[in-house]
């Protein structure tokens, strides 16, 4: 008896069991989600000046739809797609556009819808929260490609997401890098991109978290050194204030850019979908995976990348994913850019669907 107390005692000082994911269960995921195909590109812009980025893709009724965003040398817009077969896609519209009413978020406004169903294979659709559909976005109110500061807002609609419309943003960002509560690694002016899902289980103890990646210092010897993007969280209980969790990153690299996680759920396990860029050991940038039980901590795969370099449209970087399983099939949008900077999205597919007519122009 007195054994079992002295064990009880020790595992409470201990802290939680962190449940470890096995090499077997990364590579069963790995051999889901692998994508050997690349189809090509899915959506470009009519001029090099114009840069598409950072696709979302959800469903609705029997079509696909798809937000993501164009820089067009002013600064960020969030735009609306469709499709009937996640690879022929027509443009609808801005949903998110430039202002001119002395906002903070006037001249940026970079959009991620929100609260979708995270099941993998599942719907693909996006759940209402309050009556409302809700996006994250970072924004600033400086012209030009991602300058300082950037900082993170919502926005929202209570009219259907797959219709062309303005969504209506909150007055003030919900995360900056001048809060109270700002961590070291994200002090550096600049929050990117975030997803926001809904912790049904209650794993975190909080209803909403936000993955979110940001730009801050390096600690070395207790000493702050270069600048480095990382990954960490946030979370909420009404979608509008939001406070951060834990101090430091979920995920990260020893350099470069840690970026762009999007969350999906496969049977008992999250699956984190992020790309990495100018590392130690791997050059350009790509898209890569981790595994969670608890939405916290990451089991990080240490095998191939998922996207890489490897085409004509795609040889400078080949990175920041968003996958989806339909029907046996599973398409990885990702941005590519060209070495003479054109940027679209393309997708890779893990059944061979032949080759996309489209090309840079």
């Known amino acids: ?180 509560d700002v961590r070291w690694w994200e002090n550096r002016n600049k929050l990117f991109k975030s997803s926001v899902i809904e912790d049904k289980e209650r794993l975190t103890g909080h209803s909403f978290l936000m993955y979110y990646n940001a730009v801050g210092d390096s600690l070395k010897n207790n000493k702050k050194t270069r600048w480095y993007e990382r990954i960490g969280m946030a979370v909420s209980e009404d979608m509008v204030h939001w406070k951060r969790f834990q101090k430091d990153p979920v995920m990260h690299h020893p350099v470069g850019i840690t970026g762009d996680a999007v969350i999906q759920k496969m049977g008992s396990d999250y699956v984190m979908f992020y790309f990495g860029a100018f590392w130690e050991d791997r050059k350009g940038a790509f898209n890569r995976f981790a595994v969670s039980k608890d939405l916290v901590n990451w089991t990080d795969w240490t095998g191939d990348n998922l996207i890489e370099s490897s085409e004509d449209y795609d040889n400078l970087y080949a990175h920041k994913s968003f996958v989806v399983k339909y029907k046996g099939i599973v398409y990885h949008f990702y941005c590519a850019v060209d070495k003479s900077d054109h940027r679209g999205i393309a997708i890779a597919t893990s059944k061979d669907l032949g080759k996309s007519k489209l090309k840079f122009k």
């Open 1 to 180: 008896m007195k054994r079992y107390i002295f064990a009880l005692i020790i595992s409470f000082l201990a802290g939680p069991v962190i449940a470890q994911i096995s090499q077997q269960r990364m590579q069963e995921i790995y051999e889901e989600i692998k994508t050997p195909h690349k189809y090509g590109l899915v959506m470009i812009t009519d001029t090099i000046s114009k840069k598409i980025d950072c696709p979302t893709v959800f469903r609705k009724g029997n079509k696909w739809f798809m937000t993501y965003i164009i820089f067009d040398g002013k600064g960020y817009e969030t735009w609306l797609a469709t499709s009937k077969n996640l690879l022929n896609w027509e443009n609808k519209g801005k949903i998110m556009s430039f202002t001119h009413d002395g906002k903070w978020d006037d001249v940026q406004k970079a959009g991620y819808n929100s609260l979708q169903d995270l099941t993998w294979g599942g719907s693909y659709k996006l759940n209402k929260y309050q009556g409302k559909y809700w996006m994250s976005y970072f924004g600033g109110n400086s012209q030009g490609y991602e300058p300082e500061p950037l900082s993170i807002g919502i926005a929202y609609t209570t009219k259907s997401p797959s219709k062309v419309h303005e969504w209506t943003r909150l007055d003030a960002p919900v995360l900056t890098s001048h809060d109270p």
